[in-house]
C-alpha cells in the first residue's frame, strides 16, 4: 500500500503537534520514525488511523493517491492499515478468540469456516509461543506488558494488513519475546511483499531485527532529518542531542 502525507499539521486541544510533516511511504517499505518523547511520534500514527480527537487543520493524508481524511477508523482499517498499539487496551467479558472473529467477519465477505479460523489463529499463536487458554480469557485481562504486545502482533496476523504501524513496539517485550515478534513480522513481510511498515520507536532495539529501508528524525512536529538504517545507528550512539541538536 503507498501512502503519503502531505503538509500534515495536526491539533490536539487546540495544542498543535504536527506542523507540516511530509512523508510517502511506497508499497513493500519499511521506514522508522524516531526521537525524544515529546515530539509527536504517537501522534502521527493515531492520525493515521483516524482517532476523533486528532484534529487535521492542514494537508492531507492519501492512500494509493486518494485522501481518506473523512475516513472514520473502520473504514481505513477496512483498507488495510492496521495500529499496533503503544498502549493496548484490555475489555473484560469477550474472548480474543471472540473479537478477532468478529473483526475478521465484519472485514471479509468471505467468511472462513469455524474450522479454518480456530486452525489459523491456532497456528499464529503457536508462531508468537502465545499460551492458547489466553485466547479463550477475557481480551488482555491480567495479560503482561509483553502478553498485550504478542496479541496485537495475532491480531495483524490474523487481518491481513497492507499498511503496518508499530507504535513502539518493543516497549514491554523481552530479549526473547522481541525476537520473537520481529522475526514473525519479518517473516509476515517476506510472504506478503506489498506490504509496508512504519515503526516508530525511541530505541534501534527493533530495527536490529525489523531494518528499516528509510529512517526519519522528528523534532518540532515535522521531519528534520532523513537517512538509512545506519542514521539510527547514529543516533543509538550519540543520542539525539548530539547528533543533531533535537530536545524532546
Known amino acids: 500500500m503507498d501512502i503519503e502525507l502531505k503538509d500534515l499539521e495536526v491539533e490536539v486541544d487546540d495544542k498543535k503537534i504536527l506542523n507540516g510533516l511530509n512523508l510517502k511511504i511506497k508499497k513493500g517499505e519499511i521506514h522508522a520514525i524516531?526521537?525524544?518523547?515529546?515530539?509527536?511520534?504517537?501522534?502521527?500514527?493515531?492520525?493515521?488511523?483516524?482517532?476523533?480527537?486528532?484534529k487535521v487543520i492542514n494537508g492531507d493524508i492519501l492512500v494509493s493517491s486518494k485522501s481518506i481524511l473523512e475516513m472514520p477508523i473502520n473504514k481505513r482499517s477496512n483498507l488495510g492499515i492496521f495500529l499496533v498499539y503503544q498502549n493496548p487496551i484490555s475489555i473484560d467479558g469477550i474472548t480474543e478468540r471472540e473479537l478477532i472473529k468478529a473483526s475478521l467477519d465484519s472485514k471479509n465477505d468471505e467468511k472462513k469456516t469455524l474450522y479454518e479460523?480456530?486452525?489459523?489463529?491456532?497456528?499464529?499463536?503457536?508462531?508468537?509461543?502465545?499460551?492458547?487458554?489466553?485466547?479463550?480469557?477475557?481480551?488482555?485481562?491480567?495479560?503482561?506488558?509483553?502478553?498485550?504486545?504478542?496479541?496485537?502482533?495475532?491480531?495483524?496476523?490474523?487481518?491481513?494488513?497492507?499498511?503496518?504501524?508499530?507504535?513502539?513496539?518493543?516497549?514491554?517485550?523481552?530479549?526473547?519475546?522481541?525476537?520473537?515478534?520481529?522475526?514473525?513480522?519479518?517473516?509476515?513481510?517476506?510472504?506478503?511483499?506489498?506490504?509496508?511498515?512504519?515503526?516508530?520507536?525511541?530505541?534501534?532495539?527493533?530495527?536490529?531485527?525489523?531494518?528499516?529501508?528509510?529512517?526519519?528524525?522528528?523534532?518540532?512536529?515535522?521531519i528534520v532529518k532523513d537517512g538509512d538504517f545506519s542514521l539510527a545507528k547514529l543516533i543509538e550512539k550519540n543520542g539525539y542531542n548530539q547528533s543533531f541538536d533535537i530536545k524532546g
Open 34 to 54: 524516531m526521537g525524544p518523547n515529546g515530539v509527536g511520534k504517537s501522534t502521527l500514527s493515531r492520525v493515521i488511523m483516524g482517532y476523533p480527537d486528532y
Open 117 to 222: 479460523f480456530v486452525l489459523d489463529l491456532e497456528h499464529n499463536a503457536d508462531t508468537l509461543e502465545i499460551d492458547k487458554k489466553m485466547l479463550h480469557r477475557s481480551f488482555n485481562i491480567g495479560a503482561s506488558g509483553g502478553e498485550k504486545k504478542k496479541n496485537e502482533i495475532l491480531w495483524a496476523l490474523m487481518l491481513k494488513p497492507k499498511f503496518l504501524i508499530l507504535d513502539e513496539l518493543d516497549s514491554g517485550l523481552d530479549v526473547d519475546s522481541l525476537k520473537v515478534v520481529s522475526e514473525t513480522i519479518e517473516e509476515y513481510l517476506k510472504e506478503n511483499k506489498d506490504v509496508s511498515v512504519l515503526i516508530i520507536t525511541h530505541y534501534t532495539r527493533i530495527l536490529d531485527y525489523l531494518k528499516p529501508d528509510f529512517v526519519h528524525v522528528l523534532k518540532d512536529g515535522k
